[in-house]
C-alpha cells in the first residue's frame, strides 16, 4: 500500500531563512507521480508541482526548489529567502499511475505546518 | 476564469440532518473527487467520479452520497449516519482519471455540527 510520511509537523523560521520540507514515500509501483501542494490560512489547497517517478531532475521555479531522490524514496521541498506569505501547510502527496482501481487516488501525508515571522 | 467553486463557505448541521455541499468547476475536466480534511490532518478520498452518472467509492465513503447528472458538477451529501460529519470538505477536479493527473482544488466549505 501506498503511503507517505512528512515527519515534521511544524517548523517556525524567521523570515530570510531557508526552510526544507521533508516527504518520504512508500509505493510497490514502478511508476508514480509525487505532488506538493500549499494550503494557506484560507484553507483552499494550491498545486505547486508534479514530479513523474523517472524524472528524477531537480527543479527550481523561483524560490522554490525540489529534491526528489529514488534512493532514498524522499521528495523534499525547500523554500529559499522565505517571506511571510510562505506562511502555510504543506502537503506532499502520492498518485500510483499503474493502479487502475485507484482512480488516481492522491495519498496525502500529514502537512507540514511553516510559520515565517518578521 | 476557469476554477472550482464551493458553496457554502460554512455550513451547519443539525443531529439526523442531511447536508448538501455544492461543487462546480468550469475547466472542462472529466474527474472530481471529494476529499476530507480533519484539523491537523491530511486529506482523505471520500467519492471520486469520472464520468457523469458514475462515481466510485473512496476510502471513507460510509454515511456520504454523491451524484454526478452533470459534467460541471458533483455534490455531496453528509447524511445522517455519518456521526461524525464535522470537517473540512474540499473538492477536487483533473483532465482524466489516469494515474497521476493533477487535482486542482476548490476553496472548501467547512461543516460544523450544532
Known amino acids: 500500500a501506498q503511503k507517505v510520511t512528512q515527519a515534521q509537523t511544524e517548523i517556525s523560521v524567521v523570515e530570510k531563512e531557508d526552510v526544507t520540507l521533508d516527504c518520504v514515500y512508500e509505493?510497490?509501483?514502478?511508476?508514480?507521480?509525487l505532488f506538493w501542494y500549499k494550503q494557506p490560512p484560507s484553507g483552499e489547497l494550491v498545486f505547486l508541482i508534479r514530479?513523474?517517478?523517472?524524472?528524477?531532475q531537480n527543479e527550481i521555479s523561483g524560490r522554490y526548489s525540489w529534491n526528489f531522490q529514488k534512493s532514498t524514496s524522499s521528495f523534499n521541498f525547500t523554500i529559499t529567502a522565505s517571506q511571510v506569505v510562505d506562511s502555510a501547510v504543506y502537503f506532499c502527496?502520492?498518485?500510483?499511475?499503474?493502479?487502475?482501481?485507484?482512480?488516481?487516488?492522491?495519498?496525502f501525508g500529514g502537512g507540514t505546518r511553516v510559520l515565517v515571522k518578521p | 476564469d476557469g476554477g472550482i467553486t464551493q458553496s457554502p463557505k460554512y455550513l451547519f448541521r443539525k443531529e439526523g440532518q442531511n447536508v448538501t455541499l455544492s461543487c462546480e468547476q468550469n475547466?472542462?475536466?472529466?474527474?472530481m473527487y471529494w476529499y476530507r480534511q480533519d484539523p491537523g490532518q491530511g486529506l482523505r478520498l471520500i467519492y471520486y467520479?469520472?464520468?457523469?452518472?458514475?462515481?466510485q467509492k473512496g476510502d471513507i465513503a460510509e454515511g456520504y452520497s454523491v451524484s454526478r447528472e452533470k459534467k460541471e458538477s458533483f455534490p455531496l451529501t453528509v447524511t445522517s449516519a455519518q456521526k461524525n460529519p464535522t470537517a473540512f470538505y474540499l473538492c477536487?477536479?483533473?483532465?482524466?482519471?489516469?494515474?497521476?493527473?493533477?487535482?486542482?482544488f476548490g476553496p472548501g466549505t467547512r461543516l460544523l455540527v450544532l
Open positions: 509505493t510497490r509501483d514502478t511508476t508514480y507521480y
Open positions: 514530479r513523474n517517478s523517472f524524472d528524477e
Open positions: 502527496a502520492l498518485s500510483e499511475a499503474l493502479d487502475l482501481a485507484a482512480g488516481n487516488k492522491l495519498t
Open positions: 475547466l472542462n475536466h472529466d474527474a
Open positions: 467520479s469520472q464520468i457523469v452518472n458514475d462515481f
Open positions: 477536487a477536479s483533473s483532465v482524466g482519471l489516469a494515474g497521476g493527473e493533477t487535482q486542482y
